[in-house]
């Protein structure tokens, strides 16, 4: 029988995963547009 209890887990641990490094990429790029927004 499937461990969906394992397989949820593994989903959601995944998801929290991608969510920080969109944010951090988003952070990211913020920090460029500040930088580079006085330039134009």
């Known amino acids: 029988m ?3 209890e394992k397989m949820y887990k593994t989903l ?3 998801v929290e ?3 920080e490094e ?3 990429a988003e952070l990211a790029c913020e ?3 500040i930088q580079t927004s006085d330039d134009e």
Request: aromatic content about 14%; cysteine-free.
């Open 2 to 4: 499937a461990d969906y």
């Open 12 to 14: 959601i641990d995944g």
């Open 17 to 19: 995963k991608a969510i």
């Open 22 to 24: 969109l944010k951090k």
């Open 31 to 33: 920090e460029i547009y």
